[in-house]
């Protein structure tokens, strides 16, 4: 059974290689933009979720202005209020996810 399960995970990894957006409603270009941020940020720290957020937070603030915020992470929920036009919610890497928004 936990063999079943290993090869099960090891086949989601490999089909989960791109980034799966959740929801946004982001304009196309910040969207892209954004996502370019959310996926080398997660790919340089893969087990450092606070210097993951830190690096996604100061370039959105510097690129789209301040204050974004962001969590990322494995497994959690949220209901914020944010910024219409400004939310970006994205799977990267298959479990990692990225929620970004703008207040």
Same mark, same amino acid.
């Given at each position: 059974? @936990?063999?079943q ?5 090891e @086949?989601?990894?490999?089909? @989960? ?8 409603d ?6 892209e933009e954004?996502m370019?941020i959310?996926?080398t ?6 087990n ?17 202005? @301040?204050p ?6 494995k497994?959690?929920s ?23 928004w703008?207040?």
């Amino acid at each position: 059974m @936990a063999e079943q399960q290993f090869e099960d995970m090891e @086949a989601f990894l490999r089909v @989960a290689k791109y980034t799966l957006v959740k929801y946004t409603d982001m304009n196309t270009e910040m969207k892209e933009e954004a996502m370019d941020i959310c996926i080398t940020a997660v790919e340089k720290y893969p087990n450092d979720a606070e210097k993951c957020t830190q690096m996604i937070k100061d370039q959105m603030d510097k690129k789209f202005g @301040a204050p974004w915020h962001v969590v990322v992470g494995k497994g959690f929920s949220y209901e914020i209020t944010y910024e219409m036009r400004n939310l970006l919610y994205i799977y990267v890497g298959g479990r990692t996810a990225v929620l970004l928004w703008k207040m």
